[in-house]
C-alpha cells in the first residue's frame, strides 16, 4: 500500500505492508530513529509521537491509518528551533539516560499546547504513559511546568 | 569556577532531539540480525540440536558451542559460564544456539524452528535447599561464596535478645533501552562490537578469550540506561554477535525484544537475612548476629562481590561492639542474578532498618531516638574495624528532618478512585554507602585516564561511558576546572576499547570519585607535562606553544591508592571503602485502607554527596535512585514459573512507576568533603538505593499498623498485614 | 517487529463496513489499534484480513436519541474526557484507561469487542443499563450489556455484525466508580467497579476482572434494593463474584478488595 502523510513538515509516501506499525516505518523507511522501541506493546511510551497533534503510541498505530494524517516525530519538534520544552528539559535536567527523552518531549510538547501553564499534577498526568528509569520525574516535571514559564525559554 | 555549578549536561541536546544514535539505532548495510535459542528447562541433558524441516534456512546462519574458536566461556570472576550451552542447560532462558538472517522477523522466526531435544535432570529452586545438595550445580556445595566477619567484644551486660527475619526479592534493572549489540568484521579479521554497555573492557576481554585472538575493540553507543544490568550482560550479546557475524560474514545485531530481556538477563538477588541483636533496656546496641542467604542463580557472576556488599552494610549506619555475621551466596537453577545499582547493600540495610524499627517496637522505644542513640559519630569503629572519619549519618538527618518540615502537597491525582479511606504516614530510614570498590579493589584494577592535546582543546580517554549518570559532562568539568580553562574546551573521546585505556568499568559509585580523581591528577600532570616543554605559564599560554611545536601531546595518569587503606580479604577485617556516603529519607505516604494500595505524596532525602561536582546531574541521581527504590518497595515483583522463568515477562505486568506513582522529591545535597576525590565528591550513583523501602515501611506501619518486613510490599500484602494486626 | 502482511480494508461509510463485514466474517476488527496491535506484535492473531474502522464516518457520535444518550462505537477515550454530555460513570473510567497515548487511540466499541474482562470501561454500561447496537446488512439489533459478554471473551455478536453505539437510558441514583490496577497509570484492572443505586428501587453493582466476564451482582443489587444491611449485600457479592489467582493478583484479594469497595461506598450514601 502507498501511504501518503505529512511527516514533520514535509509530504511523504512509502509503499509498505498496510499493518506495518507507524514505529517502523519511521525507524525503518524514513530513517527517523529519534522514537524508540522500549517495549513494543504501547506502555513505555518511548516511541510516542503526534499525529494530527496528539500524542500517540507509534507501535500500536498500523501505518495506513495515518494516511493523509501530520506525523510529528522528535526530529520535527525541534526543527527549525528548539522547543520550549526541550530548551528546559535540557536545564532543568530533565534528559539523563535519553532513551524516553523523545517520548516523554512529544507529551508534553502536546500539554503546554492545551495547557500552557500546567500544575504538577497535569505534568504527571500528562507523562504517566512515559516511563523513564532515570530522572524519577521530579526534574521532568519541573521542567515542562518550566518550559513556558519564562527564564528557561 | 564550574565545578558546583550545572553546566546543560554535554549530550542533552542531542538526546532531546533525537540526533542520539543508541544500538538499535545503528544499521551498517548489509548487517543482518540475530536471535537466540534458549532453554526451555531449568536443568538438562542436551541431546540434539536440529533444524527442523519445512523451514527455509538458506538464508539463515546457525551457530552453536562448536563453532567457537578459542574458550566457550563468559568471562568475569569465574570461568563457568558458558557463551553456549555444551552439553548441559542449568537455567531456563540458557542461550543454547544462535540464528541470524537479514531481517528480525527472519531471525526470530529462525530461532523458533530450531528443534532441541533435551533429557531433563532434576533441578533446584530454593537456595536455603540448594546449600550443600548432592545435586550439584556449583563446585562441592553450590555455594559461590561464604564470607564470615566477626568483630568487637561480646557484652556480659543484661540485655534483650531481639530476632527477625527479613526478605527480598528479585528485581529488574528495566533500563528502557533493552540490550543491543551489533557486531562488525574489520578488515584486518578483527571485530569491532558496538553496543549499549557500562562496561566495554569487560566485553573486550570476553570477546577475545572467546576468539583466542586480539584484535578486537569495543566501542559503547550512547546507552539508554544501565543500573548494573549493563554491567556484565553485554558481554553474552557481543559474544554471541560476534559468532554470528564470523558465520554470516557480515555485520550482525542483537538486539533483545522487552519480553526475553525480561527472561533472559540478570536481576537483584533475592535475599533472606536473619538478625539477633543484643540492646539494653535504654536501646544502646550491644551485639549483632546476622545470617545472609543469597540466591545468585546458576552461574557466578559478580555473586562474590554482591554478597560482600551486602555483609560490609549489614550493620547500618550503627555501632555495634560485637558483630558476628555470617552470609552465603548459593548457586540455583535460575538464570543469574548479577549487578544492580547498590550492588546487596540496598537488601542488607533493609533489613537492619526494619530490625531498627522492630527493636523501637520490642523495647516501646522511638524508632528515631533509637537510631540517634547509636548513629555513627566521628572515631566509630565498624564491624571491619575500620575507624570513620566524620561520619555524616547525623549531618543527613538534620538535613532531612529540616526539608521535612514543610507541609506536604495534598493534592495528589489519582485517576479512578474517589471517597478513598486513606491514612497518611511518615517513615525515616537512614544509610550508609561504601564508595568505590571495596578494600582493595582499586589497587588491583589502577584504572587509568588518558588527556591529549587536539589543538588548543583538551580531550579525555577513558573508559568510564555514560549511562546516563553524566560522565561526559563531568569528567570535563574536572578537567576544565583543573586546568584553568573554559569547559567547551574538554571533551570525551568515544569510549572505543582501541583507543582510550582501560579506566576500570562504570560501576561501585566510582566513576566520578575514583576516575574524575584521576581526570583530576591527569590534568595537573598534563600542565607539569607541558611545562617541562614549554616552560612556564597558563594552560593557554602552553597549549599555544605545544600547538605550534606539533606532535602528540598525551599523559596518561593511573589511580593512586589511599595509601591509608588497608584491608584483609580474608578475614574481612581493615579499611572496606575509602570513603562512604551517608543518606537519611523521609517518605510521606497514604494507605488506602481498602486496598492496601500506597500513594507517594513527597519523599525527602538528605544525602552526603561529599562535594556535588553538578547539582543538577546528582540530584538527578538521587531522585532517579529513589524511584527505584520505592518500585522496589511496593511495585516490583517478579513472577516465576515452575522452571525458574519469569512469568510477568512484559512491562505491562512487570510493575515500574509512572510519573503519578512517583511523588514530589525533595533533595539535600550534604557536602562532608572526602580529601581523596575530586574537589571533595564521593561515589552517589547507589546510595540513593540504600534507605527508601525501609522508609516506606515505616511509614505504612505508622498510616495503618500494618507490620512489613519482606519486599515488595504490594497491595495484596500490605492488605493482608493489616488484616493480621 | 513482527510484519503483518494482512490485508487491509478501510470503509468509509458504515454502509461499506457492515457490506464489507458480511464478505468477510473471519476478517479482525481494528479500530485504534490498542488491543490489535498488541496481539500481533506478541504473534497471538495471525490474521489475513483486517476491517479498519478508524477511519469510519459517524461513529465517534455522542447524541440524543429517544430519551438515551448515544455513544458512537468509535468514540475514544480522549473524545469521552473532553465530552461535557458524557456520564461522569463513563468519564472516570476511561481516566483510567492507560494514559495519555491509549486514551487517544482507545476506543469505546474497542473495549467492548474485546471483551477482556478487565476492560476499564465495561462495568460502567452495566451500571447504566445501556443497550448495545449492533448492525449489519440483514438490519439493526440491540443487546442489554447485562447478556453481551457470555463467557470469556465471548460475545453476542454474530460474524457479519459491528457495534455500532451505546445507548444509555436516563437513569438516576447515586453512582460510583472505583479502579483497583497494578498502579495509577499505564495499569491493567485487579478489581473494577461501577455502582449505581436509587434507594428502594434500583440496584447495580457491577464488576471487572472479578470473573471470565464484567458481570453485575444480582443477589447482592436486589439485597441492596430490599434494604438489606451492608454486611449482606457485600457478604452476597463476595460469594458471586468469581476472581482468579493470575500474574497480577490474587483471587482473595480481589474478592476482599470488592468487598471493601462497595461497603465503603454503601456506607457513604445518604440513608433513606
Redesign the interface.
Known amino acids: 500500500m502507498i501511504v501518503r502523510f505529512n511527516c514533520n513538515g514535509s509530504d511523504v509516501q512509502v509503499d509498505t505492508p498496510p499493518m506495518a506499525r507507524l514505529l517502523d516505518v519511521l ?1 525503518e523507511d524514513l530513517r ?10 504501547g ?2 511510551g ?1 516511541c510516542t509521537v503526534r499525529i494530527d497533534g496528539a500524542p500517540v503510541m507509534s507501535c500500536l498505530v498500523p501505518v495506513a491509518q495515518v494516511d493523509g494524517c501530520r506525523v510529528q ?3 520535527g ?3 527549525p528551533a ?1 522547543h520550549a520544552v ?1 530548551t528546559a ?5 530533565g ?8 517520548g516523554i ?1 512529544m507529551s508534553a510538547a502536546a500539554l503546554l499546547e492545551e495547557n500552557p501553564h500546567p500544575t ?2 497535569a ?3 500528562a ?15 519541573d521542567a515542562v511546568c518550566g518550559a513556558l514559564a519564562g527564564g528557561a525559554s | 569556577m564550574v565545578i558546583g555549578t ?1 553546566p ?2 554535554r ?12 544500538a ?2 545503528l544499521r551498517p548495510s548489509g548487517v543482518w540480525y540475530g536471535a537466540t535459542v534458549r532453554s526451555s528447562r531449568a536443568h538438562a541433558r542436551i541431546l540434539g540440536v536440529r533444524r527442523a524441516e519445512g523451514f527455509d534456512w538458506s538464508n539463515v546462519v546457525l551457530v552453536t558451542a562448536d563453532d567457537i574458536p578459542g574458550l566457550n566461556v563468559v568471562s568475569l570472576m569465574t570461568d563457568d559460564q558458558p557463551v553456549l550451552a555444551d552439553g548441559i542447560v542449568r537455567h531456563v532462558t540458557e542461550p543454547i544456539a544462535l540464528v541470524a538472517a537479514p531481517t ?2 527472519h531471525a ?1 522466526a529462525a530461532a523458533q524452528h530450531v528443534v532441541v531435544e533435551y533429557e531433563d535432570l532434576p533441578a533446584l529452586f530454593d537456595p536455603l535447599a540448594a546449600e550443600g545438595h548432592e545435586l550439584r550445580i556449583f563446585g562441592e556445595d553450590n555455594v559461590f561464596k561464604r564470607i564470615r566477619i566477626e568483630h568487637g567484644v561480646r557484652t556480659d551486660a543484661t540485655a534483650h535478645l531481639i530476632r527477625g527475619r527479613y526478605t527480598t526479592g528479585l528485581q529488574e ?6 540490550q543491543s549489540m551489533l557486531a562488525e568484521l574489520r578488515a584486518d579479521g578483527g571485530i569491532t562490537l558496538t553496543g549499549s554497555m557500562q562496561c566495554p573492557y569487560y566485553i573486550d576481554r570476553a570477546v577475545k578469550r572467546m576468539l583466542g585472538h586480539d584484535r578486537v575493540n569495543v566501542a559503547q553507543a ?6 548494573g544490568g549493563k554491567e556484565e550482560y553485554p558481554s553474552i550479546l557481543a559474544c554471541h554477535a560476534t559468532l554470528l557475524a564470523i558465520a554470516a560474514r557480515r555485520p550482525v545485531k542483537i538486539t533483545y ?2 519480553d526475553e530481556d525480561l527472561r533472559a538477563t540478570t536481576k537483584r538477588h533475592p535475599a533472606v537475612i536473619d538478625l539477633v541483636t543484643m540492646v539494653t533496656a535504654r536501646g544502646q546496641l550491644l551485639e549483632l548476629h546476622g545470617r545472609v542467604w543469597m540466591d545468585g542463580g546458576a552461574y557466578h557472576t559478580l555473586s562474590t562481590v554482591v554478597l560482600s556488599r551486602a555483609m560490609l552494610h549489614l550493620q547500618g549506619p550503627y555501632r555495634w561492639p560485637y558483630a558476628s555475621l555470617h552470609g552465603t551466596v548459593v548457586a540455583t537453577h535460575t538464570p543469574p542474578n548479577g549487578a544492580f545499582r547498590g550492588f546487596g547493600a540496598p537488601q542488607a540495610q533493609w533489613a537492619m532498618e526494619r530490625h531498627m524499627d522492630r527493636i523501637a517496637r520490642h523495647m516501646r522505644l522511638d524508632p528515631l531516638v533509637l537510631r540517634r542513640e547509636n548513629l555513627f559519630v566521628h572515631g566509630d569503629v565498624s564491624v571491619t574495624g575500620q575507624t570513620l572519619q566524620n561520619p555524616g549519618a547525623f549531618a543527613v538527618l538534620e538535613a532531612a528532618e529540616r526539608a521535612a518540615a514543610a507541609p506536604v502537597n495534598p ?11 486513606m491514612r497518611s504516614g511518615r517513615g525515616l530510614a537512614l544509610a550508609w554507602h561504601g564508595c568505590g570498590f571495596t578494600g582493595n579493589g582499586e589497587a588491583k584494577i589502577r584504572g587509568k585516564v588518558a588527556l591529549e592535546l587536539r589543538g588548543r582543546d583538551v580531550a579525555v580517554l577513558s573508559s568510564s561511558t555514560d ?4 560522565t561526559e559532562t563531568i569528567f570535563p568539568m574536572i578537567v576544565a576546572q583543573t586546568l584553568g580553562i573554559d569547559m567547551e574546551r574538554v571533551f570525551n573521546t568515544a569510549h572505543d576499547t582501541g583507543l582510550v585505556p582501560d579506566s576500570g568499568p562504570t560501576v561501585a559509585s566510582r566513576t566520578a570519585m575514583v576516575v574524575g580523581g584521576t581526570c583530576e591528577k591527569a590534568a595537573q600532570r598534563l600542565l607539569r607535562h607541558l611545562r617541562e616543554l614549554h616552560g612556564e605559564g597558563d594552560f593557554d599560554a602552553l597549549a599555544a606553544r605545544a600547538e605550534a611545536a606539533g606532535g602528540l601531546v598525551r599523559v596518561e595518569e593511573t589511580y593512586e591508592v589511599n595509601t591509608n587503606v588497608e584491608w584483609n580479604p580474608d578475614t574481612y577485617q581493615g579499611d572496606a571503602y575509602p570513603c562512604y556516603g551517608w543518606s537519611c529519607v523521609i517518605v510521606d505516604l497514604r494507605v488506602d ?5 500506597v ?1 507517594y505524596d513527597r519523599v525527602v532525602t538528605a544525602t552526603d554527596v561529599g562535594k556535588a561536582l553538578s547539582p ?2 546528582a ?2 541521581q538521587i ?6 527504590a520505592l518500585g522496589w518497595a511496593t ?1 516490583e515483583e517478579v ?1 516465576l514459573d515452575k522452571q525458574g522463568c519469569m ?2 515477562d ?4 512487570y ?8 511523588p ?2 525533595i ?1 539535600e545535597l550534604v557536602e562532608i568533603p572526602y580529601e581523596g576525590g575530586p574537589f571533595g565528591a564521593k561515589g552517589i550513583g547507589e546510595i540513593p538505593m540504600d534507605a527508601p523501602a525501609a522508609a516506606v515501611a515505616q511509614a505504612i506501619e505508622a498510616a495503618c499498623g500494618a507490620v512489613l518486613d519482606s519486599l515488595p510490599m504490594t ?2 500484602r500490605v ?2 498485614a493489616m ?1 493480621a494486626r | ?3 503483518c502482511e494482512a490485508e487491509v480494508f478501510r470503509p468509509r461509510t458504515l454502509n461499506d463496513a457492515l457490506q464489507m463485514r458480511a464478505d468477510m466474517p473471519d476478517a479482525t476488527v481494528l479500530a485504534g489499534g490498542t488491543d490489535v496491535m498488541v496481539y500481533l506484535e506478541a504473534g497471538v492473531l495471525k490474521p489475513t484480513r483486517i476491517l479498519d474502522l478508524w477511519g469510519c464516518q459517524g461513529l465517534r457520535g455522542l447524541g440524543f436519541a429517544d430519551g438515551s444518550q448515544v455513544y458512537g462505537a468509535g468514540l475514544t477515550c480522549t473524545d469521552v474526557l473532553q465530552s461535557v454530555q458524557a456520564h461522569p460513570l463513563l468519564r ?2 476511561a ?2 484507561v492507560g ?1 495519555v497515548q491509549i486514551q487517544n487511540r482507545a476506543t469505546l466499541g474497542g473495549n467492548i469487542c474485546n471483551g477482556s474482562p478487565a476492560g ?1 470501561t465495561l462495568p460502567v454500561w452495566l451500571a447504566l443499563n445501556a443497550e448495545f447496537e449492533l448492525a449489519s446488512v440483514r438490519g439493526f439489533r440491540r443487546v442489554p450489556a447485562a447478556t453481551f459478554w457470555r463467557g470469556y471473551k465471548q460475545m453476542d455478536l454474530q460474524p457479519d455484525e459491528l457495534l455500532v453505539s451505546i445507548h444509555v437510558p436516563a437513569v438516576t441514583g447515586n453512582s ?13 484492572s ?1 478489581v473494577i467497579f461501577a455502582g449505581r443505586s436509587v434507594a428502594g428501587r434500583e440496584a447495580r453493582l457491577a464488576f471487572g476482572a472479578v470473573g471470565p466476564t464484567p458481570m453485575r451482582c444480582a443477589a447482592a443489587e436486589e439485597a441492596l434494593v430490599a434494604g438489606a444491611p451492608v454486611d449482606e449485600v457485600v457478604r452476597l457479592l463476595e460469594e458471586e463474584i468469581v476472581p482468579i489467582d493470575d ?4 483471587a482473595l ?1 480481589r474478592r ?2 470488592a468487598g ?2 462497595v ?3 454503601l456506607e ?1 450514601l445518604p440513608r433513606g
Open positions: 525507524r527517523l530513529v529519534g522514537s524508540k522501541e522500549g517495549c513494543g506493546e506502555e513505555c518511548a516525530t522528535i526530529e519538534l525541534g526543527s528548539t526541550q528539559m535540557l536545564m532543568f535536567g534528559a539523563q539516560c535519553g532513551i524516553c527523552t523523545p518531549c504538577a499534577e505534568v504527571r498526568v507523562l504517566a504513559g512515559n516511563l523513564c528509569r532515570c530522572t524519577g520525574y521530579q526534574k521532568v516535571v | 550545572s546543560p549536561r549530550d542533552g541536546m542531542d538526546k532531546l532531539t533525537g540526533r542520539s544514535l543508541y538499535d539505532d528480525r522477523e526470530l534493572q528495566l533500563y528502557i533501552e533493552p550512547v546507552t539508554g540506561g544501565g543500573f525484544r522487552r493534592k495528589r491525582v489519582r485517576p479512578g478512585v474517589v471517597g478513598a479511606e549511562i546516563g549518570q553524566g485502607l481498602d486496598t492496601g494500595e500513594l543538577v546531574l540530584a538527578g531522585e532517579g535512585g529513589t524511584l527505584q511495585q513472577v512469568r510477568n512484559r512491562l505491562t505486568n510493575i515500574i512507576p509512572t510519573a503519578l506513582d512517583g514530589e522529591m533533595t497491595p495484596e492488605f493482608a488484616e | 517487529m513482527l510484519r472516570d473510567a481516566a483510567t494514559a476499564d460510583h466508580f472505583r479502579k483497583v490496577g497494578t498502579r495509577m497509570a499505564q495499569a491493567i485487579k500474574v497480577r493478583s490474587t484479594y476482599k478488595v471493601r469497595i461497603r465503603r461506598w457513604s
